[in-house]
């Protein structure tokens, strides 16, 4: 199996360079984000260009709150929270009022509050080809970023376009390619670029290469239409868009596995002791060793019961521990720990009932 870190709601982030990224990061449209905070269109009109060094005022950095955690919280946390509770906010805006104690992107990194950005769904309200939520909020952004890219709207919005078709057609010719590997699908980042770049390669230039993928390209989900006619086109490959192709995907969800994933994260409290944060909870121990025990039992509890109550059977569970230190001084020690990510993984088959 080859995934991709790329779908209606994978972050279009822009460089100062003008460079696009898409995903992986995932992120509420802004179209999506007006059904939440109205407003939201006309913030991002108001933001204005940057002061000298300060381009962070000028960023599309918007959060909302997605639900509130279990475990306690200090006030300073809670008045956070409350600003972000149906409301679409700016960082700008919350580094302002937040105390330098609140780590806003702890919030993120928990699920309690998420990322409002443009996305490809944005792009398709912006071009007009998909009209589900508040196309407004996604020209607002799009215009947003085309000053930020010193270009025009529809410039820009084609250069996404082509960044998303050129994306999809180099993971579809890397896969084709893995699989005549027995050992599977396995490219190193240079021969990936390297691929890429002859993929977009239009006969300007000195050099031309051509491709073709001889099997047909079978495409499923809400918006295959809009991309999978072109990247057919362009490998030489037939496509495939099935009868209520916008609706397989909820059926693959269905009849694949059930994954469900839980993280803890332990951090070094003062004077001493560890603190253990995890979705619905917050708790203190005296010594690490203690800490790590508490949250990996309690992670890999508590994604089990979620992968069964998601609808799993013949559940296993696994575990991964992430340690990010910092180095000291020439005779402090080695380093000093910074945090611990404990990460617990459930993976079960869907639960088929047979209806008579």
Not at 118 to 126: I, K
Not at 171 to 183: C, R, S
Not at 187 to 206: A, V, Y
Request: glycine content about 8%.
């Amino acid at each position: 199996m080859w995934t991709v870190g790329l779908g209606g709601d994978s972050k279009i982030s822009l460089s100062s360079t003008g460079e696009i990224s898409i995903g992986p990061r995932r992120a509420i449209p802004f179209c999506v984000g007006a059904t939440i905070d109205p407003s939201l269109a006309r913030q991002v009109v108001e933001l204005k260009a940057p002061v000298k060094k300060n381009r962070q005022d000028f960023n599309l950095d918007f959060f909302t709150l997605v639900r509130r955690p279990d475990f306690h919280l200090s006030n300073a946390e809670r008045e956070l929270l409350d600003v972000l509770d149906g409301r679409v906010v700016h960082r700008a805006r919350l580094d302002k009022g937040m105390s330098r104690f609140v780590q806003l992107d702890r919030f993120v990194e928990l699920g309690f509050v998420t990322e409002v950005s443009f996305t490809p769904t944005d792009l398709l309200h912006a071009c007009g080809k998909l009209n589900l939520w508040d196309a407004a909020s996604s020209i607002a952004a799009a215009d947003h970023l085309a000053v930020r890219a010193s270009t025009g709207r529809e410039e820009l919005l084609d250069r996404i376009y082509d960044e998303i078709i050129g994306s999809l057609k180099l993971n579809i010719v890397a896969k084709a390619l893995g699989d005549k590997d027995e050992t599977g699908p396995s490219h190193s980042g240079e021969s990936l670029r390297i691929l890429e770049h002859l993929l977009r390669l239009n006969g300007e230039d000195c050099l031309s290469a051509s491709l073709a993928i001889r099997l047909p390209l079978i495409a499923v989900g809400a918006p295959v239409g809009m991309y999978f006619p072109r990247v057919a086109s362009e490998l030489g490959a037939q496509v495939v868009i099935p009868e209520h192709a916008e609706v397989a995907n909820a059926v693959g969800a269905i009849t694949g596995r059930v994954i469900e994933r839980t993280e803890a994260y332990i951090r070094p409290d003062k004077p001493f002791g560890f603190i253990v944060v995890t979705a619905d909870e917050h708790r203190w121990f005296r010594e690490l060793e203690e800490a790590v025990d508490h949250a990996k039992e309690h992670v890999l509890a508590l994604t089990a019961q979620k992968a069964m109550r998601s609808g799993g059977v013949e559940v296993e569970t696994s575990i991964s521990i992430d340690e990010q230190t910092m180095p000291l001084a020439r005779g402090w020690g080695d380093a000093v720990l910074i945090e611990l990510k404990i990460t617990a993984t459930a993976v079960g088959k869907p639960k088929i009932e047979n209806r008579k």
